[in-house]
């Protein structure tokens, strides 16, 4: 029984790629930071099979301690502090977990036992602003916010412990992928829980940032299958993970209005308080590498994802009801 840690179990690509390593016969270790208040919603259906532990990306002792207690063969980072907007209101906070934070675990992986491989999770935000569309794995990067500067970090320094010190460290590129269980305070699922709410007569509107926004979506349950398939190739590189098309925020909210037999344009009202400081430009994914090295192709299409997130959050806000 292989065993693999991830850090940022609790959050939605942990709970997702937990369920995925566990039917393919992994031990899973999950980290995740002590906190006051329990956060294991979106594992609590796993944690018969799971062992979560504390541990924290600030913390070098914490990780060289859960990697020589557990001896993990394959190391998940997904743990950062992954919200934009919060980026910029606290960069330095940012920098150090979902940049530093990756120094430290590969540092760990490196003392203890250098042959675990090992998955950072990038981010399409380290484009930016684009120099070329679409983008893919020689796209120079160009971050427009403080989270996109972190994520380059994190990205380049996993790349040069893997060509200093021949580690199996491999970075997975991977575009906006969302899903019931994403965070209320990004986009996606603001709009599909403002839906159900308005649909069930719990709010009367939806304020909205820049509906121009357009972004490369796909579904998260199919982008951590792409992540396990890196640590299984026979040498670690670098991989864009996205569905090759984008979509407008304006077009997730007539789809997703649309659904529940709304119109998007009686209920959502554009503010500037949800403008970011510096807009991305036009970010769209070029997956071939991965489809071609990987096999990996995404199972669920745009359409079908911005439903399954309404529907998910009907069901749950009609039973509250």
């Not at 308005?198 to 299958?225: M, P, T």
Request: charged share 25%; with cysteine.
């Amino acid at each position: 029984m292989p065993t693999a840690l991830i850090t940022g179990i609790t959050g939605q690509d942990g709970s997702y790629l937990a369920e995925l390593l566990l039917s393919k016969g992994y031990r899973v270790i999950g980290v995740a930071r002590r906190s006051s208040t329990v956060t294991n919603e979106r594992i609590e259906h796993l944690l018969d099979d799971i062992t979560v532990v504390q541990g924290d990306l600030h913390d070098q002792g914490s990780l060289l301690a859960l990697l020589e207690e557990y001896e993990p063969s394959e190391v998940y980072n997904l743990a950062a502090q992954s919200f934009v907007p919060t980026s910029w209101n606290q960069p330095a906070l940012t920098g150090d977990i979902t940049a530093l934070g990756v120094t430290r675990i590969l540092e760990a992986i490196r003392f203890v036992n250098s042959k675990i491989r090992f998955y950072q999770a990038s981010s399409s935000e380290m484009f930016g602003k684009v120099v070329e569309v679409p983008q893919n794995e020689d796209t120079p990067f160009y971050p427009r916010s403080p989270y996109g500067v972190a994520k380059v970090y994190g990205h380049w320094i996993t790349v040069n412990y893997r060509e200093s010190f021949d580690m199996f460290a491999t970075s997975g590129i991977l575009f906006n992928h969302e899903s019931p269980r994403r965070g209320l305070e990004f986009v996606t699922r603001k709009i599909s829980d403002g839906v159900a709410r308005i649909k069930l007569g719990l709010a009367k509107e939806l304020r909205l940032g820049n509906l121009e926004s357009q972004r490369d979506w796909g579904f998260a349950g199919d982008y951590v299958e792409a992540m396990w398939r890196m640590l299984q190739q026979e040498t670690p590189d670098s991989f864009v993970i996205g569905m090759g098309e984008t979509h407008s925020v304006r077009e997730f909210c007539e789809i997703a209005f649309g659904h529940v037999g709304l119109d998007y344009k009686d209920f959502v009202i554009q503010d500037e308080r949800f403008y970011r400081p510096a807009e991305v430009d036009l970010l769209i994914s070029d997956p071939t590498k991965a489809r071609t090295v990987l096999g990996w192709e995404p199972s669920v299409s745009f359409k079908d994802l911005v439903t399954m997130m309404v529907d998910a959050d009907m069901s749950r806000l009609n039973h509250k009801k």
